[in-house]
């Protein structure tokens, strides 16, 4: 794996971030060959940090608040506990298809799926997308693994942020989700706005927007720019963990109150929840971080409604 350099230069963000990449033309570009080039050993530098986010996310099923699969629900309807009568016919079958749950979620900007696998057990359905050929391979790899067939749990490659493209992935398949979900997208996005009204989009009346990302760290809580700075990090308060992902960062997290802001622009900001996961998450492994300290980050869990 090559590496880059700890090179430090100095972001010049606007709000919506299109300075950030140095590198490369924009941040998508930027993104999109630095995780192509992480995918393969993603799960392993950031281990730890997956399974915290995995056991965090599955402690909160009920704020989450989706109406999620019960797997031991449906098989009493399917009459596997001798309970419930049998279909008697293929209409009878159909009816009892129907009827029973699909929950449906869209894991965007998926990277190799930890949300996904988090919640495939409260899920009918995992769709991932990533702008990253390799990140998408690594997800789908995963899937096979675990046994799941692409009904179940499969990624595709794909950008719902692009401000040039707005029909992308227009398929049914890509539509009216239950959930919504973006882990560790957020600050990787051009213009986080218009991202979360593409993905509120995809979501059904009702369904719910959650993200996970971190809150302002880094140089933004030093300057006394106040709460409302959240873009201005230099992506030198990061005690090195960034190093060849430095250009991909376009947000140095979020306040709450912009937070709030893109949820209720979007469209889904019924029945808000924002909890705090906890400082001290260390992003970055052993060999990048030189400040472990500094590279620790405090991480947010919001969820949000689609009006119905
Ligand atoms: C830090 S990783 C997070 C992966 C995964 N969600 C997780 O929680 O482990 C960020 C991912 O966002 C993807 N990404 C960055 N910009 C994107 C965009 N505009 N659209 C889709 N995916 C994007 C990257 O390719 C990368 O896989």
């Known amino acids: 794996m090559s590496h880059h350099g700890g090179h430090h230069h100095q972001h010049g963000h606007d709000h919506h971030g299109s300075m950030a990449a140095h590198d490369h033309a924009n941040p998508v570009d930027a993104n999109r060959s630095h995780f192509d080039e992480q995918a393969a050993t993603y799960d392993s530098r950031h281990g730890k ?18 109406d999620w699969d019960d797997e031991d629900e449906d098989k009493g309807g399917n009459g596997g506990n001798g309970n419930s009568a049998e279909p008697k016919d293929a209409q009878a079958q159909a009816e ?17 799926g930890m949300m996904s696998r988090a919640l495939a ?8 997308i990533d702008l990253s050929e390799n990140m998408v391979a690594e997800y789908n790899a995963s899937a096979r693994n675990q046994g799941l067939a692409p009904d179940e749990m499969h990624a595709v490659v794909g ?5 040039d493209r707005p029909d992308v ?7 009216d989700f239950d959930l919504v979900a973006v882990g560790g997208g957020f600050h990787h996005f051009a213009d986080p706005e218009l991202a979360a009204v593409r993905l509120v989009e995809r979501l059904r009346p009702g369904g719910v927007l959650l993200i ?27 005690g090195g963990f960034l190093g060849p992902a430095r250009h991909t960062i376009v947000h140095h997290g979020f306040t709450e109150e912009r937070i709030r802001a893109i949820y209720e622009k979007a469209g889904a900001g019924t029945n ?3 909890a705090e996961l906890g400082a001290g998450f260390l992003f970055g492994n052993g060999h990048d971080v ?19």
């Open 96 to 112: 009892n298809n129907k009827k029973k749950k699909q929950v449906r979620l869209l894991d965007y900007a998926c990277g190799t």
């Open 169 to 175: 992935l227009p398929g049914p398949e890509f539509r």
């Open 212 to 238: 996970w990302d971190f809150k302002p760290h880094g140089h933004s809580e030093g300057r006394g720019r106040g709460r409302g700075g959240e873009d201005e990090g230099d992506g030198e308060g990061d």
């Open 121 to 128: 057990p409260y899920v009918t359905r995992c769709v991932g």
């Open 159 to 163: 950008d719902l942020a692009d401000a």
């Open 272 to 274: 808000l929840k924002i």
């Open 49 to 66: 940090l997956l399974e915290r986010l995995t056991a965090e996310l599955r402690s909160r099923l009920d704020f989450i608040g989706v």
């Open 290 to 308: 030189v400040d472990k300290e500094k590279a620790r980050r405090s991480v947010f869990l919001a969820r949000g409604e689609k009006a119905a």
